[in-house]
T-cell receptor, first 118, second 116 residues
Framework: DAKTTQPTSMDCAEGRAANLPCNHSTISGNEYVYWYRQIHSQGPQYIIHGLKNNETNEMASLIITEDRKSSTLILPHATLRDTAVYYCIVRVVRLIDAGGTSYGKLTFGQGTILTVHP | DADVTQTPRNRITKTGKRIMLECSQTKGHDRMYWYRQDPGLGLRLIYYSFDVKDINKGEISDGYSVSRQAQAKFSLSLESAIPNQTALYFC???????????????FGAGSRLTVL
């Protein structure tokens, strides 16, 4: 799986957009980008994932560059409750479930500590 | 009620004791996982199970065992706990869908274990 690089920490003002970058320059064509977050000592929470196209859901938007070597998670209107560690994970997905050995074995790195200030 | 429930939430025990952490889920997912989290080390996979008859070792299975009692239940055991097993343990589930959604994990709230 491709390695990811994220800033150690970021700050954001409440109500402003939080833009969290992730570098995955060695990503291959069949690898998706996943984002999770973990609020202090709680279980990680899935946010969003994508392959090539930009994605948006009720939580966030994911912008993937055309060369797919980097991506940005956008929280459009950050709140204090968005303070958490954000993990960017790149993971291959097989089209055929050949025993499923690739599924769920997500490698969580250090992530970015996002602090949202009042 | 939570989709993935872990018990106990907190446990303090002594070296050499047997400990079981339990996980149950109402998601109807086939796949279940146990991770541990240590400060500064992210989450590491201990064991995973893709159905009731399937158990697989993860990155750090030594000193641990698991049991998949039913589709909804997956327990983690420490036969003889040692202090370096002090950590935050998470259970997770995922659907068996083929494709990108199979890497979407739902986590429990965690079980904090302290081994003295």
């Amino acid at each position: 799986d491709a390695k990811t690089t994220q800033p150690t920490s970021m700050d954001c003002a409440e109500g402003r957009a939080a833009n969290l970058p992730c570098n995955h320059s060695t990503i291959s064509g069949n690898e998706y980008v996943y984002w999770y977050r973990q609020i202090h000592s709680q279980g990680p929470q899935y946010i969003i994932h994508g392959l090539k196209n930009n994605e948006t859901n009720e939580m966030a938007s994911l912008i993937i560059t055309e060369d797919r070597k980097s991506s940005t998670l956008i929280l459009p209107h950050a709140t204090l409750r968005d303070t958490a560690v954000y993990y960017c994970i790149v993971r291959v997905v097989r089209l055929i479930d050949a025993g499923g050995t690739s599924y769920g074995k997500l490698t969580f790195g250090q992530g970015t500590i996002l602090t949202v200030h009042p | 009620d939570a989709d993935v429930t872990q018990t106990p939430r907190n446990r303090i025990t002594k070296t050499g004791k047997r400990i079981m952490l339990e996980c149950s889920q109402t998601k109807g997912h086939d796949r279940m996982y146990w991770y541990r989290q240590d400060p500064g080390l992210g989450l590491r996979l201990i064991y995973y199970s893709f159905d009731v008859k399937d158990i697989n070792k993860g990155e750090i299975s030594d000193g641990y065992s698991v049991s998949r009692q039913a589709q909804a239940k997956f327990s983690l055991s420490l036969e003889s706990a040692i202090p370096n097993q002090t950590a935050l343990y998470f259970c997770a589930t995922s659907d068996a869908l083929i494709g990108s959604g199979a890497n979407v994990l739902t986590f429990g709230a965690g079980s904090r274990l302290t081994v003295l």
